[in-house]
């Protein structure tokens, strides 16, 4: 069970805009940044949006990332056949000694 | 250009320790703010954080796995390298290691994984 919950799947046709939810708590999400991780089949994961909004170079501005109080969502736009992966997003958690918690992570399908 | 890479055994037996290894380049574990952590996916699973070192020695655990896990830095190899003890088949899992940028900040840069398989 992974403290961080995110849908399981979620789907879109190519050109699509999807949005995959992040929902935390007050020792997580709600006084940390957020982070999002792509990965796809067989491969490492990747660093996709930082500090919640920022996006890495090289990482398409078709990727955006907010979060508002203890939720964080992951939007992609004009959605590509590449972009079929798993996503997960990650918090530090100050509830015990600081740590960092995953989401379970969201297959997404393109269509 | 950062980069890093895991190491170890790809096999182990129930009861024994894990070791694995992190070798990394393009960046100093000296360096203030500057940190690697470890993480591990078991076969068609989420993600799992498990610890993490930073440059000034501070080490940071997973809570649920604090009293099997130890990690330790040997700055002049540049490599981190993280033990666990008393292995079971659950620990089964592709086990990563990736550079932390700041204190407190995600890991940015990920190693391609190791596989490591408990069995007797």
């Known amino acids: 069970q992974s403290v961080l919950t995110q849908p399981p799947s979620a789907s879109g046709t190519p050109g699509q805009r999807v949005t995959i939810s992040c929902s935390g708590s007050s020792s997580n999400i709600g006084s940390n940044y957020v982070y999002w991780y792509q990965q796809l089949p067989g491969t490492a994961p990747k660093l996709l949006i930082y500090?919640?909004?920022q996006r890495p170079s090289g990482v398409p501005d078709r990727f955006s990332g907010s979060k508002s109080g203890t939720s964080a969502s992951l939007a992609i736009s004009g959605l590509r056949s590449e972009d079929e992966a798993d996503y997960y997003c990650a918090a530090w958690d100050d509830s015990l000694s600081a740590y960092v918690v995953f989401g379970g992570g969201t297959k997404l399908t393109v269509l | 250009q950062i980069t890093l890479k895991e190491s170890g055994p790809t096999l182990v037996k129930p009861t024994q320790t894990l070791t694995l290894t992190c070798t990394f380049s393009g960046f100093s574990l000296s360096t203030s703010g500057v940190g690697v952590g470890w993480i591990r996916q078991p076969p068609g699973k989420a993600l799992e954080w498990l610890a993490l070192?930073?440059?000034?020695?501070?080490?940071r655990y997973s809570p649920s796995l604090k009293s099997r896990l130890t990690i330790t830095k040997d700055t002049s190899k540049n490599q981190v390298v993280l033990t666990m003890t008393n292995m079971d088949p659950v620990d089964t899992a592709t086990y990563y290691c990736a550079h932390s940028p700041d204190y407190g900040s995600g890991s940015d840069v990920w190693g391609k994984g190791t596989t490591v398989t408990v069995s007797s």
């Open positions: 500090r919640n909004n």
């Open positions: 070192i930073y440059w000034n020695d501070d080490k």
